[in-house]
């Protein structure tokens, strides 16, 4: 069984990004290579469990996250599970691998004074208005990066105020916009239209007209949350996990959020309640006489 074949049925079958299909690619490549170095064995399908084993422990001695090495495993998993289906293997070797443990995950997040002071520029250009609605896109409906990149004009109902938010394995969700957003868009693709008649077909363009990269996007939202906020991470990320994180400030149900990230599982966006609450025991610990 090929990881080609296995590429492809996530990519048809499945509907998987490119980004997530070139992840899955890389860590199978990675233990195919191993196989290679440590058993002279080209076939995956040949693995066995104590050779996973071994792969996993040489990960961990060199440095790898714990983080890093359940998504290998997860990969894995996923390959010897199409095996089983397709009949390429009558037993999987992934039955005893355990995932590692992880620590609890610490939600990165601006807060609500630092996003005040992000600055945008006065200047009434395509390129300006561009960056601007990037930021107030990913900040305002907590879209994923991808899933800002694919927005086209259609997705945007700017009569209605919602937007048509395309996620992880072409699931739909509908999100709805501010006013004051929904203006914001129109002006800018006036501005848009007006520089590239012809153009390719994405709301949101990069300075030739073209669709934007993942780099493109991060390296804009880097910029503007620069002089803004002493956070390291200063991603496109970062203003999802904002945008819940003031949400749930202000009174916003999990339920509800979870509906608004596109999150499968409640658990998933459990995480930022939890975080919540370490703040509010470290405020009534500085706070509360008996604190």
């Known amino acids: 069984m090929s990881i080609d074949q296995f590429i492809s049925y996530l990519e048809t079958e499945k509907r998987y990004s490119v980004l997530t299909l070139q992840a899955y690619r890389r860590d199978l490549e990675q233990f195919r290579s191993y196989l290679m170095s440590q058993y002279d064995l080209d076939d995956l399908a040949l693995a066995t469990t104590p050779m ?7 990960l961990k001695k060199d440095g790898i996250a714990n983080r890093s090495i359940n998504r290998k495993v997860s990969a894995l998993r996923s390959f010897y599970k199409y095996c089983l289906r397709e009949d390429a293997i009558k037993t999987t070797p992934m039955t005893t691998v355990k995932a590692l443990k992880q620590p609890k995950q610490t939600v990165k997040f601006v807060t609500e ?7 945008f520029s006065d200047d009434d250009s395509f390129q300006a208005k561009r960056d601007e609605l ?3 896109l990913l900040y305002q409906t907590g879209m994923r990066q991808a899933e800002l990149r694919g927005l086209r004009d259609a997705d945007i ?3 209605g105020l919602k937007v048509k938010i395309h996620g992880k394995r072409n699931k739909e969700r509908i999100v709805p916009l501010q006013k004051s957003l929904a203006e914001m868009i129109g002006h800018y693709q006036i501005l848009r239209d007006a520089q590239f008649p012809e153009k390719a077909d994405r709301l949101l363009l990069n300075d030739k007209g073209e669709a934007m990269t993942a780099n493109f996007v991060y390296n804009k939202v880097h910029q503007m949350l620069e002089g803004a906020t002493t956070l390291k991470q200063k991603s496109p ?3 999802r996990h904002t945008f ?3 949400l749930l400030d202000e009174g916003a149900s999990l ?14 966006t459990q995480v930022y309640a939890h975080y919540t609450i370490e703040q509010l025991k470290h405020i009534h610990k500085q706070a509360h006489p008996k604190g």
Do not use: Y
Not at 52 to 58: A, M
Not at 113 to 119: G, T, Y
């Open 52 to 58: 996973v084993k071994s792969f996993v422990v040489e």
């Open 113 to 119: 004074n630092d996003i005040n002071k992000v600055h």
């Open 134 to 136: 990037i930021f107030e």
């Open 157 to 159: 109902d700017k009569f």
């Open 237 to 239: 990320h970062v203003l």
């Open 244 to 246: 819940a994180t003031h």
């Open 255 to 268: 339920v509800a959020i979870q509906k608004l990230l596109g999150h499968k599982d409640l658990a998933t």
